[in-house]
């Protein structure tokens, strides 16, 4: 059949590419062993699948080490399995604009462990996780911890099961459901001794999603852009609302790229009322 591709012929199979206007990549199988094909402009190039996995593990420790994070080889390997299954799901759905596995290394998983020396307890709570960031790699790195994941979309959902299950993480619950109805459950409702969400919302509606997970003197942690502080201003009716305060911000400059990430940092002091948060849409809609 022809699909206006190239007819590569390896030993015993003959394999039909399409031919793209951009740069291809495939795994296929040759003599045995898995490669990864690629083709574009400057013609065929094979990558062997040890010699990626062995770049991405010495970037991965190199960038451990620069961030002064101490991890076991172990937990190393999981993270490089989770960082695969993320790239191998994504060519299927949209769960990150990264595809390329340094992408995932700096800009998500190095990422979410900048967070790993802030949490407190072992009640963790990541909320509006997506593709398990941060929550993945943090429970990765510190096993005791008991992960909740809540997550609306239920194809990140499955992707967040196939995880837990290749990987063997225990104490991992995952929630497909919005977070205004996660927190009024009693068995989620100020259960957890640090939240964390990335990319979830604006500081002042987040802290309205999060907050209600957490027991009091529990800590929240935001992952949070040059807009930081412009969105800790814009947050303050709703921290008095919520009994909660701006400890700290934590700057982290990610290695490998330009990026800084600023960790708000906020301590909840009291219970909440019972009406927050509120229904579904309407912390985004009218902010606290």
């Known amino acids: 059949?022809?699909?206006?591709?190239?007819?590569?012929?390896?030993?015993?199979?003959?394999?039909?590419?399409?031919?793209?206007?951009?740069?291809?990549?495939?795994?296929?199988?040759?003599?045995?062993?898995?490669?990864?094909?690629?083709?574009?402009?400057?013609?065929?190039?094979?990558?062997?699948?040890?010699?990626?996995?062995?770049?991405?593990?010495?970037?991965?420790?190199?960038?451990?080490?620069?961030?002064?994070?101490?991890?076991?080889?172990?937990?190393?390997?999981?993270?490089?399995?989770f960082t695969h299954l993320l790239l191998e799901w994504n060519r299927r759905f949209n769960l990150t604009g990264y595809n390329q596995e340094e992408e995932v290394i700096s800009y998500l998983l190095l990422d979410a462990l900048s967070a790993l020396p802030s949490i407190e307890g072992t009640q963790l709570a990541d909320i509006g996780t997506g593709a398990g960031i941060p929550g993945i790699p943090l429970k990765i790195v510190a096993p005791p911890l008991h992960l909740l994941l809540v997550e609306a979309h239920k194809k990140k959902c499955l992707f967040l099961q196939e995880v837990v299950g290749k990987l063997s993480l225990p104490g991992v619950t995952i929630v497909n459901e919005r977070a205004e109805k996660v927190g009024h459950e009693p068995r989620f409702r100020e259960q957890f001794s640090t939240v964390v969400a990335k990319a979830l919302a604006p500081l002042a509606v987040s802290l309205e999603l999060t907050t209600p997970l957490l027991q009091e003197e529990?800590?929240?942690?935001?992952?949070?852009?040059?807009?930081?502080?412009?969105?800790?201003?814009?947050?303050?009716?709703?921290?008095?609302?919520?009994?909660?305060?701006?400890?700290?911000?934590?700057?982290?400059?990610?290695?490998?790229?330009?990026?800084?990430?600023?960790?708000?940092l906020v301590r909840k002091h009291r219970k909440i009322p019972p009406t927050f948060p509120r229904r579904a849409g309407l912390p985004q809609k009218k902010p606290l």
């Open 1 to 81: 059949m022809d699909y206006g591709g190239l007819l590569l012929d390896f030993p015993g199979k003959a394999t039909e590419i399409p031919f793209l206007q951009y740069n291809i990549h495939r795994e296929i199988t040759l003599q045995g062993k898995s490669e990864f094909l690629q083709i574009g402009c400057k013609g065929v190039e094979f990558f062997s699948v040890d010699n990626l996995w062995k770049k991405g593990r010495a970037l991965l420790e190199e960038g451990l080490t620069i961030m002064g994070l101490l991890v076991p080889s172990s937990a190393i390997e999981q993270l490089l399995q």
């Open 218 to 264: 529990g800590r929240a942690i935001y992952y949070k852009g040059k807009q930081y502080q412009k969105e800790i201003q814009e947050a303050q009716s709703a921290l008095k609302k919520l009994s909660c305060t701006v400890e700290e911000v934590r700057s982290i400059l990610l290695p490998f790229t330009d990026r800084t990430t600023h960790l708000v």
